[in-house]
Nanobody, 125 residues
Framework: QAQLVESGGGAVQAGGSLRLSCAAS????????VGWFRQAPGKERDFVAG????????DSVDSVKGRFTISRDDAKNMVYLQMNNLKPDDTAVYYC??????????????????WGQGTQVSVSA
């Protein structure tokens, strides 16, 4: 059974950095477009960043541009989200998800067919 597992979350102060990792088992992650989503308490689960199948394209929401970088290492079956200059508003559970999309990087949750269990990121002021 295919699974995605996130790791790397934690508690940091504003201005700090974390690197989230998404590992796949039972599937070759390199065949998917992969996205990172986040969900803060009482809010919707929203798209944060994505990387295309093959890694040629990336996309991210304006609030994280210049601070978050998504990358993939298909040889290791991993996708990463490097988060720098973290802000309290970045506090959320972060999820990685995989999509079969070959037409850009989808931002809607229903485009993704595999999800991890999430990892908590907490940023204090």
């Amino acid at each position: 059974q295919a699974q995605l597992v996130e790791s790397g979350g934690g508690a940091v102060q504003a201005g700090g950095s974390l690197r989230l990792s998404c590992a796949a088992s039972g599937r070759t992650l390199g065949t998917y477009t992969v996205g990172w989503f986040r969900q803060a308490p009482g809010k919707e689960r929203d798209f944060v960043a994505g990387i295309s199948y093959g890694g040629g394209r990336t996309d991210s929401v304006d609030s994280v541009k210049g601070r978050f970088t998504i990358s993939r290492d298909d040889a290791k079956n991993m996708v990463y989200l490097q988060m720098n200059n973290l802000k309290p508003d970045d506090t959320a559970v972060y999820y990685c998800a995989a999509s079969w999309s070959r037409n850009g990087i989808p931002t809607g949750r229903n485009e993704y067919v595999l999800w991890g269990q999430g990892t908590q990121v907490s940023v204090s002021a």
